[in-house]
């Protein structure tokens, strides 16, 4: 789980943190991290989701930042990729079309990103 | 008197008890009946709840204990500050933004800046620059702070410049000086910096801040330089803000608790600079939340009074009556409206800001009705700003002081409030001065519990959001959603490169060099920093050398 950029609301990061671990997740808690950091740590800790927590509008910047970085890294199809915060319904299915698998926005009850981890991720 | 209030209240009791035995099986709903911060309520209140003798604890407005209100007149004297928040893109379609609204009614500006802005970071900065302008203006340089306030007269309406600690010296030192090269005299201007240092440690985290003894450091500096130094005397140099921790799911109990530990540790600290309590304390300002439950907002603010005026007389032997006054500015809360249905949030707003002008609010901004999904378009601004001026003009509740006195209900739970913000407040004070309380932890493991607990609320429907865990509708796709300039960044590079070219650097690079000596030792930053802002330094470099010298602090967050 981490913070890409610079944008200090963290209330929405630690929520879910907690939610997943609660769930028997095991879960590395990155904070502020730059896209590289991000799939440095994924590679290194040898995760199987990467999670992004944005609410400062710039969510299809970072997005692509990430998938481009996965790409070049020929990662492309190892993790699977989950965005939360203040993200306008609007933008989902864009962002779900540059490769995200699922989108939480604001009023998004933990239960169902447990669920739909535990639904999508043997897939 | 006495005797015969107590001759009533005995017959009020045996009466009562009469009626509760009476209806002892009447019927209720079967849930807990208490206040949103846990305390519990009763079927009804009554004269008996009402303790105390009146002059002493309730009073009259204008005077201690201020329970009534800060001023004897109140709303009848002048209508609230109706000051929205607001900021976006550039600083030109900021100011476009803000012309809209004055032209519509608005009394008071406040600029809400980007995450660059509030973490010291230039736009040629790879850490921050796809976020130039997207949650907020950026502030980067005098050249924007002269793009901003174009045409606006700011030697009569006052702008409140929402930075914190970290870079409260350099923004405002760009305003002041954009100010002075404007031929303003800066003793005569009137606005507000909210350096709160609990904004950009727990409300939000920092991104490569400093250490909170330095932040607190740079707190009292600016409060230091402006208010009882005498060079822009009457700035509010501090506002203490409550809103955006409560935004993270603490109570009112605590949001009250943490602006007054922190306004202590600032008092104490001013005070150890040799300065008397009344020289500045009456510049001190507060910004507090209007949250879901009416009531309990209501006597919060009336609490806030009476504490702050026992607080500065009692342990701070403050002797001018002002500085006893606690004036406040209120934010309707923003974490209860849903990105679901959202037109449903022009009506939590409506009432939220009933709250703040019934508990005597000095300001207020209203949320737009789109901020659960994005910043605030034209429409939805003018629809919050509407909100308060349908209050102000249409419903007559600004006609007589503090309208809610004497419920006997609002009154016994402005006691209850006050009592548990003494307690809690003693609590916090056993952790140490503010600095302490975040670098050890403290704070951080107050905010992780609150965030679970309204978690659990939620989720268990224990607290009730219309649209989300009760009558739940789709997250909303119909909504127009209000996109700020994607072109910002580059627009804000190239503002810095062109102000690069204009400036002496050489000079720059010499106050530069000043401001750490300044830094290595206990003098105020602020002059130097006033400096350097006129020669055009931008908030980058600045903000480069606090860390070069305080070194980057790591807040330890709880899970």
């Known amino acids: ?123 | 008197m006495k005797k015969c209030k107590k001759m009533d209240d005995e017959k009020i009791k045996r009466e009562k008890e009469k009626w509760e035995k009476k209806f002892e099986d009447a019927r209720e709903r079967d849930m807990k009946f208490q206040t949103d911060s846990g305390i519990p309520l009763k079927r009804l209140y009554t004269p008996l709840d009402v303790k105390g003798d009146y002059l002493e604890k309730i009073g009259f407005p204008g005077q201690p204990p201020y329970t009534r209100g800060a001023y004897p007149t109140m709303y009848r004297g002048r209508i609230w500050t109706m000051r929205l928040f607001s900021g976006h893109g550039t600083p030109e379609e900021t100011n476009e933004r803000w012309k809209f609204l004055y032209k519509h009614g608005e009394t008071g500006f406040s600029a809400a800046v980007d995450a660059l802005t509030f973490n010291g970071i230039d736009p040629t900065n790879e850490d921050g620059a796809a976020e130039v302008g997207t949650s907020g203006v950026p502030l980067y340089c005098i050249d924007n702070l002269f793009a901003l306030t174009k045409d606006i007269p700011i030697d009569k309406i006052s702008v409140a410049l929402i930075v914190e600690p970290f870079t409260s010296a350099p923004v405002c030192s760009m305003y002041f000086n954009m100010a002075k090269k404007k031929g303003y005299d800066i003793k005569n201007l009137m606005g507000t910096t909210q350096n709160d240092i609990l904004t950009m440690t727990v409300g939000f985290i920092p991104y490569k801040n400093v250490p909170p003894n330095h932040l607190l450091r740079l707190a009292c500096d600016f409060i230091e330089w402006t208010v009882p130094m005498g060079n822009v005397p009457k700035w509010h140099p501090i506002n203490f803000t409550g809103y955006n921790y409560r935004e993270g799911g603490i109570d009112a109990v605590q949001e009250l608790g943490f602006v007054f530990a922190s306004a202590c540790s600032h008092i104490d600290n001013l005070i150890g600079r040799g300065w008397k309590v009344d020289d500045f304390v009456n510049r001190l300002a507060f910004h507090l939340s209007a949250h879901k439950d009416f009531f309990e907002e209501i006597a919060k603010y009336r609490a806030a009074r009476r504490i702050w005026a026992k607080l500065m007389k009692d342990r701070y032997n403050a002797q001018d009556p002002r500085s006893m006054q606690f004036r406040f500015h209120v934010q309707t809360a923003g974490s209860s409206l849903t990105a679901q249905f959202p037109k449903v949030n022009i009506i939590r707003t409506s009432i939220q800001a009933l709250e703040a002008t019934l508990g005597g609010c000095q300001s207020l901004h209203t949320n737009s009705y789109d901020e659960a999904i994005c910043l605030p378009s034209e429409e939805a601004a003018l629809i919050a700003l509407r909100t308060q001026q349908v209050i102000a003009d249409e419903t007559r509740i600004a006609n007589t002081v503090d309208p809610m006195a004497g419920s006997y209900y609002v009154e016994w739970l402005t006691d209850e409030i006050e009592e548990r913000v003494w307690d809690y407040m003693e609590k916090m004070e056993k952790v140490g001065s503010i600095d302490k309380a975040l670098s050890t932890g403290w704070l951080y493991k107050e905010m992780r519990d609150a965030f679970h607990k309204r978690q659990k609320r939620m989720e268990r429907g224990e607290e009730i959001s219309l649209g989300v865990n009760k009558y739940p509708v789709p997250y909303d796709e119909v909504t127009d959603v209000f996109r700020t300039n994607d072109e910002a960044m580059k627009i804000e590079i190239e503002r810095i490169k062109n102000l690069k070219k204009r400036r002496d650097n050489k000079k720059l690079e010499n106050i530069l060099d000043k401001l750490r000596r300044v830094c290595e030792k206990e003098e105020n930053v602020m002059p130097v920093v006033m400096e350097a802002t006129k020669e055009g330094a931008t908030i980058g470099e600045i903000c480069d050398v606090y860390r070069e010298i305080w070194g980057i602090w790591e807040p330890p967050l709880a899970i």
């Open chain 1, 1 to 123: 789980m981490s913070k890409p950029g610079i944008d200090g609301h963290w209330r929405g990061g630690i929520v879910v943190s907690r939610a997943l671990r609660d769930a028997g997740m095991e879960l590395i808690f990155g904070g502020f991290q730059n896209i590289d950091q991000i799939v440095e740590t994924a590679i290194h800790e040898d995760v199987d989701i990467i999670g992004m927590s944005i609410h400062s509008g710039a969510h299809f910047a970072y997005t692509k930042k990430l998938m481009d970085k996965l790409k070049e890294k020929g990662l492309k199809d190892e993790f699977m990729v989950l965005l939360g915060g203040v993200i306008p319904a609007k933008d989902f299915k864009k962002l779900r079309e540059m490769g995200v698998a699922n989108v939480y926005g604001p009023g998004t009850m933990t239960s169902q990103i447990v669920d739909f981890i535990q639904n999508n991720l043997e897939k």
